[in-house]
Nanobody, 115 residues
Framework: QARLVESGGGLVQPGESLRLSCAAS????????MGWYRQAPGKQRELVAD???????NYADSVKGRFTISSDNRKNTLYLQMNSLKPEDTAVYYC?????????WGQGTQVTVSS
């Protein structure tokens, strides 16, 4: 029943920005850690950023100072503001909701950073 749908990906030049959105249904943010992951060609999927149950956030070292994760619990929507994008940010970005012993995944949205 749980469904996560990402949107907002696209093609941008280095230094530009994108804002990703993840609309959730069939899952309540309460009791879940919401996060963004990405998978680049030839690489394993990695954590980009997440929001803990305590309201705290953490980021991969490669995106600190450039990306910001946020959530709107009333709308059940997760966001990732991506600034100062670099070619190495190119990947498929996935929304994730992590509960006690399980996770839900979206289908992914492509982000390509190239001049």
């Amino acid at each position: 029943q749980a469904r996560l749908v990402e949107s907002g990906g696209g093609l941008v030049q280095p230094g530009e920005s994108l804002r990703l959105s993840c609309a959730a249904s069939g899952i309540m943010f309460r009791g879940h850690i919401m996060g963004w992951y990405r998978q680049a060609p030839g690489k394993q999927r990695e954590l980009v950023a997440d929001i803990t149950n305590s309201g705290g956030t953490n980021y991969a070292d490669s995106v600190k100072g450039r990306f910001t994760i946020s959530s709107d619990n009333r709308k059940n929507t997760l966001y990732l503001q991506m600034n100062s994008l670099k070619p190495e940010d190119t990947a498929v970005y996935y929304c994730n909701g992590k509960g006690p012993g399980y996770s839900y995944w979206g289908q992914g949205t492509q982000v390509t950073v190239s001049s």
